[in-house]
């Protein structure tokens, strides 16, 4: 709020008061509502009398206009410190009428503008507490205290809202003996309301009441006080509680009749409930929720919503404890029946809550009675005259009841509301609530569409007829359309909404409800209505296993009936009316409800044009809008088949308002239709998106404004603009998404290697192309129009968008696109649309279209891998021709090339570079031999240190000399032509490939791989984890894509970067010497002890020694024994001296020299396990043999312990 | 829980708020969203004409007694239909104390007695009392009942 110097100006301090003070220095910002810093201002008391006139200086809440209020002259402005000071003289004679009333009238009143109460004014306060008389008086002391007390530590948390109070501390010297703080008056106020509130003198009970109060405003974490509130509140409910069962007061407030005991009583528990429910919930003391479940019968009504809020509350954790509590009061006339009749609306609608929680409990199985009875007290509530109590029902019903719902409660919800019906309690099994138990069914005159008013002294009607849930429910929401109440609309349309949610559940599920079914039947027939009547007060949960919910044979059905289908149909007809009403936030309820109501089969036609029309509406707030996408979203979740018809419906938002719709959540929506589709719907959701580029391109003469010729929003810059935008995002999201949805991909792609040069032949290759994929025809299509048709940005984006299905598609399309970027950047396309064009004077470039600059290095990166693949295939060629095998030099040379057509490939578009072969998939062979030779890693190649730098190499000859051959190594699997049995892995294509996969993120047994889905599913193919990057990809899909191409959200390096610490070698550190460092390798050597922790590798050797390249340069030292490569030593080289029965069961792991090298102690070792062996530094030792960082030695003479040999640390003994 | 009330006149200004759990930096979108909402609606709006608006899971039900503004603002239990019954508490409270549907002069010289009122009618962000009988009742430190 403005705030002014100007006296003419009023701050609502002001306007309480008086007439500021000319030349009053109040001068003060305030934000709305009240951030305002007064200057601190401190007096003395000697100045007490000396009242500042400068004084109101706070907060001006008010605005000038309101100057124009009038005041009342005689009085006059009072500042805080002359309110306090006047607070601590007034409570000292507060028992003289005239301080009383300066106090009521001038004080208090004023006080209470502040946001906070000072705690140095606790001792007058507290001073009133004691000596006033006056019930006012008294109430504002009761009230400043408890908000003294409220007032935590924390400022802003406080609910009081205003003034800012000024600065406690400047205000501290009023004690002549220093600061009064929190701290020093809160055991004070504690003592002295506690003191109170345990009095039990029937006189001053009203003080007790306003004492408890007070104290339970006191902050939770305060747990003595909490302890002694406890003791209170059971004290208070002890006595009354107990008492209280001997006088039943149907009487509610008001009631003449009601003795003063019992009103004393009433009161105090209800005081004591209302305390209790801000206590902490003791969920696991039986005497609270004895005492809570007795609140229930509680005179007071405001007493018993707390006692059933609390029960409500606690059944939730622990519905069996509850439901037998509660048991008793449930059965006919107990207090639970009696609540139906309660006017407080709270109550009945926590009523409907605990029944409903207490009726799913599993618990009460063997208790169907009581099951039956929480059931048919909430149907009866469906009858409630309040639409509170009557929604809560509802949505109870249909298995909304807090967040966590499941959709198969859902499911369940909604069989139960088609089927259930809702048998009257017989009225002559109660006689004594004869006259309320009706009224309750009176209320249900649903049947007449009126709202019962509550009479209360009507007589007994005859019994009721039973009612199916479905129809009561749907003549209510009708009911409540026609309401001329905005929230009462509101509340119906959320209400349609929850219902939508539960049928979607029930449909996604697969339950078969038919909704052909006449409900009105089931009560007619009296046999169907004895063998339904389980339904009637039986178990919902039981309704979960029903996965079908038999329909009447339509014989019975009389014609005038309505099916739930034909109610339905009138239910959604009433919410299309209510999209009539003003209120922005009930129509977007109603478009909701719509939204949800929309079954998969229907025609979406009703809903769009209710949408569109809708949209033609400028006023809509675009919050509002996207809210509404978003419910779009959700529905989708709910029922991926209707991806198409949401993607058609979200077309009119991108189309209708550009402008307030948030491009990210549609590409939010677009995204998750074309994942969640399914692969038959990813054609027709790529198309459904695709519908934005259908909007009529621009004229050539009003390149901006007129995109949208039939459309409103084209006379707005602004949304026009937007809409570009959204068409970039289109453009992007088709190029990004376009492989993923038409599933074609370079690396998976099913021609053959070496097709593409042989289909040069343009018009065959577009044949074959939209014959072989139509999807990824149809895209390439489109995004080829935009290339040359849209505006300037829209181009560069199609023209990326080009590139990167290039890139990633196999033949013909990378060709078909490489040619028409070809045509584009000579022009070639502009010569074809000459005649088309009309310039508009405005220079288009050099090239005709704009693009050369943009086009050039894509043209580029083309002809660098069309070449390379046709020198590869020369190559080959000639390489067979001489049947010469691959130099290793030669190898290097395709590698580096390979890696730098990877390096600019990942420049314009994500591709997983373990898998993409820009040399074509005649390449593969040749890679994978190089890697494997020199250890590269296939998902980092150059990029890793290890093998940049040359360490790869280095390590197998110096380090890793211990290889762990496949374990589990298929034993079909022929042997290489080497003949080597061990070397059985190293040039194993297939399990290249694995390996490949593997690294590529397609593994199966991944570990700590944070989607589920990715490890668990057996069939997880590219496009699964192409799907997990896509749903993660949310930030960075602007459209305006950088010009350096790289069009996609995960840019290569934090691909890389996601996948080596996912899949790459830091991850298995020790295992691979060919991946990692030295001090990798040392840091495992340290931590694994072979004896101890062999048994535990095992298994996860067997998975990695599958997945990596095991190609090893054999060692110098292993050469001879094994010609090259593995040594896998099954078991029958059991080494020499085993020191313990552990080493012959890990022999894959040694490697045997021929004969014992000479070794020295470096440091002194201590042995860690059985096996393992003490050294002294400087000891001479015989080195038999390496395992996997240890050397097994043997010393010259026994040692302290006495052993001979056994395994040591290589790092602590030299060679 | 009841997260707001708040009372503002009819330039928008706020005259009286309450929030619960309602962190400070928060409470500045709320004040200016529902100003806002008021600025939109409430002008010309009849007395007790009840309007409605919701944001995400919150719900706003709010009003116009006399010059003042009256809005509520609720979440879980208190949707539209419980805030309903809140706002009439409220206003019928504040017509009782004021002794009709209030201007903003006699609405601020009932100040300090509407703020009891509503001490009565929630605490806490938990609605209380919602007959304005005991209301006057309790903020007079008499019995409920007698």
Request: glycine share 6%.
């Given at each position: 709020m403005a705030t002014q110097d100007n006296p003419s100006s009023t701050t609502l301090m002001d306007l309480i008061t008086s007439d500021p003070v000319p030349g009053s220095d109040a001068s003060s910002a305030a934000a709305k509502g009240g951030a305002v810093i007064e200057p601190r201002r401190s007096f003395k008391r000697t100045n007490l009398l000396q009242l500042p006139s400068e004084s109101v200086n706070s907060i001006k809440i008010l605005s000038p206009a309101k100057s124009l209020v009038p005041l009342k002259q005689k009085k006059k402005p009072l500042s805080y410190s002359q309110l306090a000071r006047s607070l601590h003289e007034l409570a000292a004679v507060a028992d003289q009428k005239n301080s009383q009333k300066q106090l009521l009238h001038h004080v208090f009143p004023k006080l209470a503008v502040y946001s906070s109460v000072d705690p140095s004014l606790a001792p007058s306060l507290l001073m009133l507490h004691q000596q006033a008389e006056d019930g006012h008086v008294l109430r504002y002391a009761y009230y400043f205290l408890a908000r003294i007390l409220g007032e935590g530590d924390t400022q802003s948390i406080s609910a009081g809202g205003g003034i800012p109070t000024p600065n406690w501390d400047a205000l501290a010297d009023l004690s002549s003996i220093g600061g009064i703080t929190r701290a020093d008056v809160l055991p004070r106020?504690?003592?002295?309301?506690?003191?109170?509130?345990?009095?039990?003198?029937?006189?001053v009970h009203p003080r007790r009441v306003a004492a408890l109060k007070a104290l339970t405003c006191t902050p939770m974490s305060n747990t003595d006080i909490v302890s002694k509130l406890y003791e209170i509140v059971f004290g208070i409910l002890d006595k009354v509680a107990d008492a209280g069962k001997v006088r039943k007061k149907k009487g509610m407030f008001g009631r003449q009749s009601v003795d003063k005991e019992s009103a004393l009583r009433s009161n105090l528990q209800y005081v004591a409930l209302s305390a209790l429910r801000r206590l902490p919930l003791d969920q696991g003391n039986p005497a609270f929720l004895h005492r809570a479940v007795q609140g229930i019968a509680c005179a007071d009504p405001v007493g018993v919503r707390h006692a059933l809020a609390m029960v409500s509350e606690m059944a939730v954790r622990d519905p069996y404890g509850v439901a037998m509590a509660v048991g008793k009061l449930s059965l006919a006339g107990g207090a639970?029946?009696?609540?139906?009749?309660?006017?407080?609306?709270?109550?009945?609608?926590?009523?409907?809550?605990?029944?409903?929680?207490?009726?799913?409990?599993?618990?009460?199985?063997?208790?169907?009675?009581?099951?039956?009875?929480?059931?048919?007290?909430?149907?009866?509530?469906?009858?409630?005259?309040?639409?509170?109590?009557?929604?809560?029902?509802?949505?109870?019903?249909?298995?909304?009841?807090?967040?966590?719902?499941?959709?198969?409660?859902?499911?369940?919800?909604?069989?139960?509301?088609?089927?259930?019906?809702?048998?009257?309690?017989?009225?002559?099994?109660?006689?004594?609530?004869?006259?309320?138990?009706?009224?309750?069914?009176?209320?249900?005159?649903?049947?007449?569409?009126s709202v019962a008013k509550f009479p209360k002294d009507r007589p007994a009607p005859r019994p009721r007829r039973p009612q199916p849930l479905i129809r009561l429910v749907m003549?209510?929401?009708?009911?409540?359309?026609?309401?001329?109440?905005?929230?009462?609309?509101?509340?119906?349309?959320?209400?349609?909404?929850?219902?939508?949610?539960?049928?979607?559940?029930?449909?996604?599920?697969?339950?078969?409800?038919?909704?052909?079914?006449?409900?009105?039947?089931?009560?007619?027939?009296?046999?169907?209505?004895?063998?339904?009547?389980?339904?009637?007060?039986?178990?919902?949960?039981?309704?979960?296993?029903?996965?079908?919910?038999?329909?009447?044979?339509?014989?019975?059905?009389?014609?005038?009936?309505?099916s739930i289908a034909s109610m339905l149909s009138n239910l959604v007809e009433g919410v299309r009316t209510t999209v009539a009403c003003e209120c922005f936030y009930v129509r977007a309820a109603a478009i909701k409800a719509m939204m949800w109501m929309q079954s998969p089969e229907e025609s979406v036609e009703e809903l769009k044009s209710t949408i569109a029309g809708e949209l033609s509406d400028p006023l809509w707030p675009a919050s509002l809008l996207n809210e509404i996408l978003l419910t779009l979203h959700a529905r989708f979740k709910a029922t991926p088949e209707m991806a198409i018809i949401l993607l058609d419906v979200s077309r009119l938002f991108a189309t209708k308002a550009p402008g307030k719709i948030d491009s990210d959540v549609l590409q939010l929506l677009w995204k998750t239709c074309l994942i969640g589709c399914g692969p038959s719907g990813k054609h027709t959701a790529l198309e459904a998106v695709t519908v934005v580029l259908d909007l009529p391109p621009p004229a050539p003469d009003a390149l901006e404004v007129s995109v949208l010729k039939d459309h409103s929003s084209t006379s707005d810059p602004k949304a026009a603009v937007a809409l570009q935008r959204l068409t970039q995002a289109a453009v992007w999201f088709l190029g990004?998404?376009?492989?993923?949805?038409?599933?074609?991909?370079?690396?998976?792609?099913?021609?053959?290697?070496?097709?593409?040069?042989?289909?040069?032949?343009?018009?065959?290759?577009?044949?074959?192309?939209?014959?072989?994929?139509?999807?990824?025809?149809g895209a390439l299509t489109r995004l080829q129009r935009c290339a040359f048709s849209g505006s300037w940005e829209v181009r560069i984006v199609a023209a990326q968008a080009l590139i990167t299905i290039a890139i990633r598609s196999g033949e013909p399309y990378r060709l078909q696109v490489y040619e028409f970027l070809r045509a584009l950047a000579k022009g070639g396309v502009q010569e074809k649309l000459k005649e088309a064009y009309v310039s508009n004077g405005e220079d288009q470039g050099a090239s005709g279209t704009g693009l050369s600059s943009i086009i050039a290095p894509m043209l580029q990166v083309l002809d660098e891998m069309y070449k390379a693949q046709d020198q590869l295939i020369k190559d080959m060629r000639q390489h067979d021709n001489a049947k010469q095998?691959?130099?290793?030099?030669?190898?290097?040379?395709?590698?580096?090339?390979?890696?730098?057509?990877?390096?600019?490939?990942?420049?314009?578009?994500?591709?997983?570079?373990?898998?993409?072969?820009?040399?074509?998939?005649?390449?593969?062979?040749?890679?994978?031999?190089?890697?494997?030779?020199?250890?590269?890693?296939?998902?980092?190649?150059?990029?890793?240190?290890?093998?940049?730098?040359?360490?790869?190499?280095?390590?197998?000859?110096?380090?890793?000399?211990?290889?762990?051959?496949?374990?589990?190594?298929?034993?079909?699997?022929?042997?290489?032509?080497?003949?080597?049995?061990?070397?059985?892995?190293?040039?194993?294509?297939?399990?290249?490939?694995?390996?490949?996969?593997?690294?590529?993120?397609?593994?199966t047994d991944a570990p700590e791989v944070e989607d589920d889905t990715a490890t668990t599913r057996a069939s997880v193919s590219y496009d699964d984890m192409w799907a997990k990057t896509l749903l993660e990809a949310s930030d960075g899909e602007d459209a305006d894509e950088q010009l350096s191409g790289s069009s996609s959200p995960e840019s290569t390096a934090s691909f890389e970067t996601s996948v080596s610490s996912q899949f790459g070698s830091s991850r298995y550190p020790s295992l691979f010497g060919n991946t990692t460092s030295f001090g990798q390798n040392t840091r495992w050597e340290e931590e694994h002890r072979p004896g101890t922790r062999f048994g535990k590798f095992s298994g996860e050797l067997t998975s990695l020694a599958e997945d990596q390249p095991s190609y090893v340069e054999s060692s110098p030292a292993n050469a001879p024994l094994h010609g090259t490569h593995w040594q896998s030593g099954i078991g029958n080289q059991e080494p020499l001296h085993s020191p313990s029965s552990e080493v012959p069961s890990r022999p894959s792991d040694v490697q045997y020299p021929e004969e014992a090298r000479a070794g020295k102690a470096l440091y002194e070792f201590t042995a860690g396990g059985d096996d393992e062996l003490n050294l002294t530094a400087g000891e001479d030792l015989e080195i038999e043999y390496e395992v996997d960082g240890w050397y097994f030695v043997r010393k010259k003479r026994p040692g302290r312990d006495g052993k001979l040999s056994g395994l040591v640390p290589v790092l602590y003994v030299t060679s | 829980m009841l997260m707001s009330v708040l009372f503002a006149n009819s330039s928008g200004n706020v005259l009286l708020e309450r929030f619960h759990s309602v962190p400070g930096e928060e409470r500045l979108h709320w004040r200016s969203f529902l100003v806002k909402l008021g600025t939109d609606n409430l002008n010309?709006?009849?007395?007790?004409?009840?309007?409605?608006?919701?944001?995400?899971?919150?719900?706003?039900?709010?009003?116009?007694?006399?010059?003042?503004?009256?809005?509520?603002?609720?979440?879980?239990?208190?949707?539209?239909?419980?805030?309903?019954?809140?706002?009439?508490?409220?206003?019928?409270?504040?017509?009782?104390?004021?002794?009709?549907?209030?201007?903003?002069?006699?609405?601020?010289?009932?100040?300090?007695?509407?703020?009891?009122?509503?001490?009565?009618?929630?605490?806490?962000?938990?609605?209380?009392?919602?007959?304005?009988?005991?209301?006057?009742?309790?903020?007079?430190?008499?019995?409920?009942?007698?």
């Open positions: 106020i504690i003592a002295q309301l506690t003191k109170e509130a345990e009095n039990p003198d029937v006189s639970l029946q009696e609540v139906l009749h309660i006017q407080d609306v709270m109550s009945r609608m926590y009523l409907a809550r605990l029944c409903y929680i207490l009726s799913r409990a599993r618990g009460i199985d063997e208790r169907m009675d009581l099951r039956s009875q929480f059931t048919t007290l909430l149907y009866q509530l469906l009858l409630d005259p309040s639409e509170r109590v009557c929604f809560e029902a509802i949505t109870c019903i249909l298995g909304k009841f807090d967040s966590h719902e499941s959709s198969e409660e859902r499911a369940a919800g909604w069989a139960l509301l088609t089927s259930a019906i809702l048998k009257f309690p017989d009225p002559s099994a109660q006689p004594s609530k004869d006259s309320s138990a009706t009224q309750g069914s009176d209320g249900s005159t649903a049947s007449n569409d003549r209510r929401l009708e009911s409540a359309l026609r309401s001329h109440l905005r929230p009462v609309l509101h509340a119906a349309m959320r209400i349609v909404q929850e219902i939508g949610k539960s049928r979607a559940a029930a449909f996604a599920l697969g339950m078969v409800i038919n909704e052909d079914s006449v409900p009105e039947n089931l009560i007619e027939n009296g046999d169907i209505i004895k063998a339904d009547s389980e339904v009637d007060g039986g178990d919902p949960a039981a309704e979960v296993s029903r996965t079908k919910v038999v329909p009447l044979p339509s014989s019975l059905a009389a014609n005038s009936r309505e990004e998404n376009a492989n993923y949805a038409a599933a074609e991909y370079a690396w998976e792609s099913k021609t053959p290697p070496g097709t593409a040069l042989m289909m040069l032949d343009g018009d065959k290759m577009v044949a074959a192309a939209s014959s072989r994929n139509p999807t990824l025809a095998e691959w130099s290793d030099d030669e190898l290097r040379r395709l590698y580096e090339n390979h890696e730098r057509l990877l390096d600019l490939v990942s420049l314009f578009c994500f591709v997983p570079r373990s898998k993409y072969l820009p040399l074509g998939p005649t390449s593969a062979g040749l890679l994978n031999i190089y890697r494997n030779r020199h250890h590269i890693d296939a998902t980092t190649g150059f990029n890793d240190p290890a093998v940049a730098t040359g360490i790869a190499d280095l390590q197998v000859s110096t380090v890793t000399r211990i290889e762990y051959p496949p374990i589990q190594i298929d034993a079909a699997v022929p042997s290489p032509s080497d003949g080597l049995v061990d070397g059985i892995w190293s040039s194993n294509l297939a399990g290249v490939d694995r390996v490949n996969a593997y690294l590529g993120g397609v593994g | 010309g709006a009849r007395d007790d004409e009840l309007f409605v608006a919701s944001h995400k899971s919150v719900y706003i039900v709010y009003t116009v007694i006399g010059d003042i503004w009256v809005f509520t603002v609720g979440k879980d239990e208190y949707d539209e239909l419980t805030l309903v019954e809140v706002l009439h508490a409220i206003t019928s409270s504040v017509k009782d104390i004021c002794k009709k549907a209030p201007s903003e002069r006699v609405f601020l010289d009932k100040y300090g007695k509407v703020c009891l009122g509503l001490d009565e009618i929630f605490s806490q962000g938990i609605l209380e009392h919602t007959d304005k009988d005991r209301v006057r009742r309790l903020t007079r430190l008499r019995p409920l009942v007698e």
